[in-house]
């Protein structure tokens, strides 16, 4: 009986400690695979307007990865500064193409897409937590000619999500693309719960 209790008494604490460790330390490739698994609540989709909109959490640590130190408390401090911020992916297609590429046949209102995506965007962004609206402090658009099934863009926000409680709202509220205002809701939880990268 008494090596019953030790037992129990040994795999309480075992479960205390693995529910109470830190998040799940992974590689590049499981991270990626964690964020697009619907089933964790990183990646949202939507279909408006003839559009496919994606939008996926990016860990502070994924934009920054090139930039981090390899001594792990360097790069604990690295990340303490760095997590004032938030970063989600916007991934935007018509008909499996690249949102842009709808406007190819007229060149003034291709150039005025282009020039959206790439400094007028993020306008168009923002947070709201509560009763709280965080706009999007800068977008960032990378230009693939043609060569992807999408147009991505990454919003910025200055906010740590990490320390924040309760559910957040995306927002989008195009006046270019012809999509309108559209919401993409993130539980905290699912972004505090998201691996660490190796």
């Known amino acids: 009986m008494r090596n019953l209790h030790r037992a129990i008494f040994i795999l309480s604490l075992y479960l205390l400690a693995t529910a109470c460790s830190p998040n799940k330390i992974v590689s590049e490739a499981d991270l990626k695979q964690y964020i697009t698994d ?11 307007n003839d559009t496919e909109i994606e939008v ?22 690295q990340l303490r500064q760095i ?38 965007i993020y306008n168009d962004l923002f947070l709201l937590q ?5 706009w999007a402090t800068d977008a960032v658009y990378t230009r693939t000619f043609g060569s992807s099934r999408g147009t991505s863009v990454m919003a ?33 939880r699912d972004i505090k719960n998201t691996p660490t990268l190796n």
């Open 56 to 77: 996926f959490y990016r860990p502070a640590e994924m934009v920054w990865k090139n930039d981090l130190e390899s001594d792990p408390e360097k790069k604990r401090q």
């Open 156 to 188: 910025v926000f200055k906010a740590n999500l990490k320390n924040s409680n309760g559910e957040i709202k995306l927002c989008f509220d195009d006046k270019t693309l012809g999509i309108g205002l559209t919401e993409f809701e993130f539980d905290i």
């Open 130 to 134: 509560g009763k709280d609206t965080v």
């Open 83 to 120: 997590d004032s911020l938030s970063y989600f992916i916007f991934h935007f297609s018509r008909k499996g193409k690249e949102i842009e590429n709808g406007y190819v046949s007229n060149p003034d209102q291709f150039k005025a897409v282009v020039d959206y995506l790439s400094f007028e």
């Open 38 to 48: 619907e089933e964790h609540g990183l990646h949202k989709q939507v279909t408006k």
